[in-house]
C-alpha cells in the first residue's frame, strides 16, 4: 500500500510539470467600445474639386501645378468625442511624385492616361482648424498612439489627424463637438513629353476621409 501511495504521488507530481510547460488551450478576447457619440464630417462643393479642362500644350513645364483649391472640411458630433480623421488614397499607385523625384509617400494618386503613364498627383493640407469656436493646432499620427504636430505639413495618405489644446503641452487628441477646418488640394500635372496625351485624359483623383473615435 504504501509503495502504491508513492506512485500516485509521483503520477500527480507529473501531471502538473506537464500543465506547466505547454497549456493545450489559448484564450480570445474581442474588445471595443459603442460610443453614443457620432460623428458627422462634411466637405463643402460636395468634396468636388473641378480643375476643368487643361490643354496638354500648357504642361510645358518639367512639373505643371494647377490653382490650389481650398474646400472646408467640418465634422460635426452628438458630444464632445475624442476622434481622428483617416485619409485613403482611392487611387493608390498612380502618383506619379516618385517618377519626378519625390518620395510618393506623401501624394495622392489622380489616375492614368490610356497607355497607363501616371498623369501627376495631388497634396492635402489642414490649415486654420478651428475645435468647437477655438483655434487649435492640426497634429498627426500613423497608428493613433504617438502623435506629433502637423500645422505646416502635408498630409499622408492613411495617416490620422486631430487638433489637440498647446496648453497641455504634449501633442494628444483633445475630444471636440465640432471641428471646422480648411482643406487645401494641391494637383500637379506631369510635363505633356512624359505623358504623350494624344486623348481626352480625365483628372482622376479620389480619397476617402474617415472618421476614427479613438
Known sequence: MK????????????????QTIAASNVDLSVKGTITPSACTPLLSNGGIVDHGKVSA????????????????????????????????????????????GGSGLSTFGIGLTHDGKKIGWYTLKLSGALADGVARPVIESVDGHTWMNADTSIWQPSWLRSVYDAAVGVPSPMPVQTLVSNLVIETTLRNVRALAIDQDTPIDGSATLDIVYL
Open 3 to 18: 509503495k502504491l501511495r508513492n506512485l500516485i504521488a509521483v503520477v500527480v507530481a507529473l501531471a502538473g510539470v506537464g
Open 57 to 100: 500644350q500648357d504642361l510645358t513645364g518639367s512639373l505643371n501645378p494647377l490653382p490650389p483649391v481650398t474646400l472646408e472640411l467640418s465634422v460635426t458630433c452628438a458630444a464632445s468625442t475624442l476622434f481622428a480623421i483617416k485619409s485613403t488614397d482611392n487611387r493608390q499607385g498612380t502618383s506619379a511624385d516618385s517618377e519626378e
